[in-house]
């Protein structure tokens, strides 16, 4: 029970994290072309597709309607929340890398508790270390 309500708290905090960053993509277009080129990042080309990206990536953990897109929603997820949280670090400007380094705690445990709250279970969970006796 504890994990269905991680789960479904994680995930919708992580979703609305990457739908007000989609909305900040938007709204403060040149500040954010701003921030990536200094980032060293391709802010033309980069910014169209992190929008459709930063929403299509939610809508498919939430609705769940494939679980290998669900699965790969969260990979996405994953590395681009290390390499943001990483380019921010780089720069030395810790507070930058802050929304990642809080999306990376989310993401861990929406993941590692989505079986818990699922009916279809994702093939790729966490599984304890059982010690396995052969007889030889």
């Known amino acids: 029970m504890v994990a269905s309500y991680a ?3 994680s ?4 979703s609305l994290l990457y739908l007000m960053s989609a ?3 938007v709204i403060k277009k040149d500040w954010v072309h701003q921030t990536l080129a200094e980032l060293n990042y391709p802010a033309p080309y980069l910014v169209p597709f992190m929008v459709v990206v930063k929403v299509l990536g939610p809508l ?4 769940r309607i494939n679980v290998p897109l669900s699965d790969l929603a969260y990979a996405g997820m994953f590395f681009h929340l290390l390499l943001s949280g990483s380019a921010h670090l780089g720069l030395r400007r810790p507070k930058g890398a802050l929304p990642a380094c809080i ?6 445990i ?3 508790t989505q079986n818990a ?7 790729y969970r966490v599984v304890a270390a059982t010690p ?5």
């Open 117 to 123: 709250a699922r009916d279809v279970p994702s093939p």
């Open 103 to 108: 999306g990376l705690v989310l993401l861990v």
């Open 60 to 63: 498919a953990i939430l609705s």
């Open 110 to 112: 929406s993941f590692t």
């Open 132 to 136: 396995q006796l052969t007889l030889n």
């Open 7 to 9: 789960y479904w708290l």
């Open 23 to 25: 909305t900040l993509y």
């Open 11 to 14: 995930t919708v905090l992580l």
